[in-house]
């Protein structure tokens, strides 16, 4: 695979296992959400923490976008923050496949060199990380403290 260009934000990239996924292309949006976003997360995880008018009541300025999409196809799309080294996926309470979490890492790391973690947070990882390291903390989902 070859890096990215770090000035051109919109540059889609392909993956290295393009006989596994001949027709996926990644694109990254390094300061804004786009328009189609707020449906795409609605189809895509159908989750409260996940849906854009939640994360709305938060700040939004500077978030980027990330999205994976097969044939055209959409099946991933992380909303993320940097927070020094740390890029973190901010739409919460979904389950992501464990190959959508792995081409997100590859290519955040290939195409920033800064960011050193992902942090995924209330985020359950359907099958196993073959090439990046993971510390999980699984939780149960229904959680009362009194």
């Excluded at 995880?45 to 996940?50: E, F, K, N, W």
């Excluded at 099946?75 to 496949?97: K, P, S, T």
Aim: with cysteine.
């Amino acid at each position: 695979m070859t890096r990215p260009n770090l000035r051109d934000p919109y540059k889609e990239v392909r993956l290295d296992n393009a006989n596994e996924h001949p027709d996926c292309t990644t694109r990254f949006y390094e300061t804004h959400i786009p328009a189609f976003a707020e449906s795409a997360l609605e189809t895509l995880y159908g989750a409260l923490y996940s849906s854009l008018p939640q994360l709305s009541l938060g700040e939004l300025r500077g978030t980027g976008t990330y999205t994976a999409a097969d044939g055209g196809q959409l099946h991933a799309l992380f909303l993320y923050r940097r927070q020094g080294r740390e890029v973190r996926v901010i739409n919460e309470g979904m389950n992501v496949d464990a190959t959508d979490a792995e081409r997100f890492a590859r290519e955040l790391f290939a195409r920033d060199l800064r960011a050193d973690r992902i942090r995924f947070h209330a985020v359950r990882i359907s099958g196993e990380l073959q090439t990046q390291h993971a510390l999980q903390a699984p939780r149960t989902e229904n959680c009362v403290l009194a």
